[in-house]
């Protein structure tokens, strides 16, 4: 009996949901107990793949404009395409395409004309690259550190899934091994490309795809990085430095889904797994954490079904259909045209129940695949491992007698359509042989939690081939020295620089994702204010109108107008907080009349100090019992003053004024 049989059950917690398994077979660890040797025993290695939109006008192969988008109802014309699979050049067949011709999918592309042409669903060659998309992508490997290639040859990659008409995404390597720095080592950088974007998914229920394609075509560049992350945490500092890079260039466009992160593990004996379109950073560390424990439970599988099973080639599932009320048995309802289907798996006894990631066990990787590949929505799987009720736990009975089934066999009920059922035991069937070898290559989809599921299998190192309908295009020394006088400082540079400005760490974030970090600079040397106080206006003050503008883009340019004009006005820079909100929002609005509406009268510094002595009496004949509390007493005459002196004079001005008038009566 090997361990994964134990049946002594013990209850974790997980997140924030308790998880009960057998002992024996967990053999996970939460993200929050693990150290960077139990990352070293696993044998963890991560690699990232980073999209991000350049901020262009047009898109990168046609004259359509980038950056209108529309919504799921908003459209001029349907187009419905299905993917089939061609021969290579030598005669094989790509293991993607095959997937996704198995799942008989129809595509659908919700076009509108204002951000569409006839290029976007390839039926026109496509027009010259667009050079300003290319300019901005070579600034940016320039900052990354590649060596720029000679010539741009543009590429045809496989996109199988439906999300690029043409089946394929014209992409061209600009640059190569280059490299990023994180807080204790360097990341190698294997290529940045340049590349067009895909439709945006509306919805994928059984048989049907449907798309946007208001985002297809979109200029990006794809950086790749090889897999030098050894812990959670340094991928998530990798892709965060990458972040910034990119925006500090001022070149990309931001908010959501206009970059997104594809991340890439492995563990010893396991194999790379691609977690597709992590929608944000913060979740990389969890992601890639189960993603490692999960390859290390399908390896203990493996090692436990050749102890079993003596031939694991010769190896294959027993099916029969089953004539049963789904109803009666599994509480469905409305599948009255579905076919069931028992199967016996040889050797997967207590295999299926076996903890893959938290809330996942191995009977989810099969029911995954099922909607994916013979595309029969949950439910579609019932397992004789699961905590079954009474009628259903006599019907696996039945079954096991029906396959003459040994305590080491493990038995599923599947259903769906007739039509489908032949993909659906197929699909068991090969994801069942994969586990003999431990980690299949696939493509996973992240979810909230740091959980995945299976997307599609991992397309083929093949997948790539020259685009004849694209000349290579020059890259000389003239333009890449242009590129390189536009460069900004590296990232390395502005951090050290908030660091020499002593600006607290939980503002550099918020800083460096905006790339305010040159914004900073201009206003400490014009306007003489102190650091702190210029990160404290823009980390406080521009992050709540961040959330009042809901999503529209606040002008960068605004603040530098509003910046001059307070040193124009001689205006004490604390107006600066009063002035924002007003000159951000309206800003068809001249600065004067924003002055004017606001609560601001001139006032000399010495008419304003002239008051605390009164105050000071005031003070004391209103709190007696507070005489000789300086503290109290110039919290109070602040609060009578500060709305005369905001603008007029500096607040730590007045406050050491009535601090030394308070301390003279005291």
Known sequence: MTDIDSKKEQTVMIG???????????????????????????????????????????????????????????????????????LSELGEYDGTALMEFRTRKNIIYRIKDENSCTYDIDDTPPFPLNMDALEKALEISLLLGCNIVGELHIARKQYLDGSIPAGFQRTGILGIEGEIPI?????????????????????????????RTDRLGMPLIETVTYPDMLTPSESAEAAQYLRYLTRSSGQVRTGIGAAREDVNVSITGGT??????????????????????????LLKIARTLKERVVSPDSWDIKSERLDIDGANYLSLTGISDYEFH????????????????????FGDELAQRLKVIACIDHPNLASSESDNPELLHKLFDTVR???????????LIIWGPPEDIPTALLTIKERCQLAFEGVPNETRKSLPGGVTIFERVLPGPDRMYPDTDSAPIAIGDDLIECCRER??????????????????????????????????????????????????????EFRRLDNYAKGRTLPLSRLTEL?????????????????????????????S??????????????????????????????????????????????????????GNMPLAQLSEAVRKGADNVG
């Open 183 to 211: 807080a204790n080592k360097k990341i190698r950088i294997i290529q940045i490309s340049i590349e067009e974007d895909s439709c945006r998914e509306v919805s994928d229920i059984g048989h049907w795809r449907t798309y």
């Open 272 to 297: 790379r797994v691609e977690i597709k379109g992590v929608a944000h950073i913060k979740w990389i560390p969890e992601l890639t954490h189960n993603e490692s424990f999960r390859q290390k439970a």
């Open 563 to 591: 910046f001059e004009f307070i040193k124009e006005k001689n205006l004490a820079n604390e107006i600066l907080f009063e002035l924002l909100q007003p000159a951000l929002i309206n800003n068809k609005t001249s600065l």
């Open 342 to 361: 028992a199967i016996n798996l040889a050797g997967f006894g207590s295999l299926i129940g076996h903890f893959t990631q938290p809330g996942q066990t």
């Open 487 to 540: 460069m900004v400082p590296p990232v390395s540079d502005r951090i050290a620089q908030l660091n020499d400005w002593k600006i607290p760490l939980h503002m550099h974030n918020y800083l460096l994702k905006r790339n305010l970090v040159a914004l900073m600079q201009a206003v400490i040397d014009r306007l003489l204010a102190t650091p702190i106080f210029v990160a404290r206006l823009l980390t406080q």
């Open 16 to 86: 924030n949901q308790l998880y009960q398994y057998t002992k024996k077979e967990l053999d996970y660890l939460p993200i929050s107990k693990a150290t960077d040797q139990t990352y070293a025993d696993l044998g963890f290695k991560c690699g990232l793949e980073i999209h991000q939109q350049l901020l262009t006008d047009q898109k990168l192969f046609c004259r359509c404009p980038a950056g209108i988008y529309q919504k799921d109802d908003d459209y001029d014309a349907e187009l419905i395409r299905h993917m089939r699979p061609t």
């Open 401 to 411: 007698d029906l396959f003459g089934s040994t305590e080491q066999d493990a038995q």
């Open 593 to 646: 009349e924003i002055l004017e509406q606001s609560d601001y009268e001139p006032c000399a510094t010495e008419e304003i100090t002239a008051q605390i002595p009164m105050l000071i009496e005031e003070y004391h004949q209103l709190c007696p019992k507070k005489i000789g509390n300086l503290s109290a007493t110039t919290r109070w005459i602040m609060g009578q003053l500060r709305p005369k002196a905001i």
